[in-house]
């Protein structure tokens, strides 16, 4: 079966610009979650939905960031005002629902900010 | 809050020996403690999950791990290493207040000489 994918793969944008991160979860997973994983360290939590609603958003480093999940399904992250500092793998994970079970990741998108 | 280290960046072995990746983990309850890897430009896969169940956890392609309280450590194993083994593994501890927000140590990068 199909398994989490994101969009774009692979995005470049310049300082100051607004970006959108798409995350296709798998179907029927009620939990969605967004990790930021920066060169050379392990993955680190952004933001957790529980079907529409952010059950966890304190990951969000700050006001720039922005997640929804409108329909309970496809979930989009938001970055204002991208800094250099936001250039890191964008990874969203799902899972069936929020108690314990597996996380499955998607591929990740690779921003980058010049 | 919840945490991991993993004590070594790199790991180098040759193939057909024993895989020792060492993690440890700080806890102010008792923890779900999980292994991924993430092979170069794939999605993180989770390795095997400990969820306070019998403490030698045995998880996919020949690994296992073995939750220690006494030393707060959770230590992948695998006895015959596999060129297919070369990858980045992350040690991985639940924490937030649904249990869900997963906290990733800062990786090892296992090589696998033939």
């Known amino acids: 079966g199909a398994g989490v994918s994101q969009t774009p793969s692979n995005k470049v944008t310049e300082k100051g610009k607004y970006v959108e991160l798409r995350c296709d979860p798998i179907?029927?997973?009620?939990?969605l979650y967004w990790y930021r994983q920066s060169l050379g360290q392990g993955p680190e939590f952004l933001i957790y939905?529980?079907?529409?609603?952010?059950?966890?958003d304190s990951g969000l480093p700050n006001d720039r960031f922005f997640a929804v999940r409108p329909e309970g399904s496809v979930s989009t992250l938001k970055i204002q005002r991208t800094e250099r500092g936001d250039s890191a793998v964008y990874l969203c994970?799902?899972?069936?629902?929020?108690?314990?079970?597996?996380?499955?990741f998607g591929p990740g998108t690779r921003l980058t900010v010049l | 809050a919840q945490s991991v280290t993993q004590l070594d960046s790199h790991v180098s072995v040759s193939e057909g020996t024993p895989v020792l990746l060492r993690c440890n983990y700080s806890?102010?309850?008792?923890?779900?403690l999980f292994w991924y890897v993430q092979h170069p430009n794939k999605g993180l896969q989770l390795l095997l999950k400990?969820?306070?169940?019998?403490?030698l956890v045995k998880g996919i392609n020949g690994f296992e791990a073995e939750f220690k309280k006494s030393e707060t450590s959770f230590h992948l194993t695998k006895p015959s290493a596999h060129m297919s083994d070369a990858a980045e593994y992350f040690c991985?501890?639940?924490?937030?207040?649904?249990?869900?927000?997963?906290?990733f140590g800062a990786g090892t990068i296992l090589r696998v000489k033939s």
């Open positions: 994970a799902s899972s069936l629902n929020g108690v314990l079970n597996e996380q499955f």
């Open positions: 179907s029927g997973h009620t939990a």
């Open positions: 939905f529980q079907g529409t609603g952010a059950a966890d």
């Open positions: 806890s102010s309850y008792s923890p779900s």
């Open positions: 400990y969820t306070s169940a019998a403490t």
């Open positions: 991985v501890v639940s924490d937030g207040r649904y249990g869900n927000k997963l906290v």
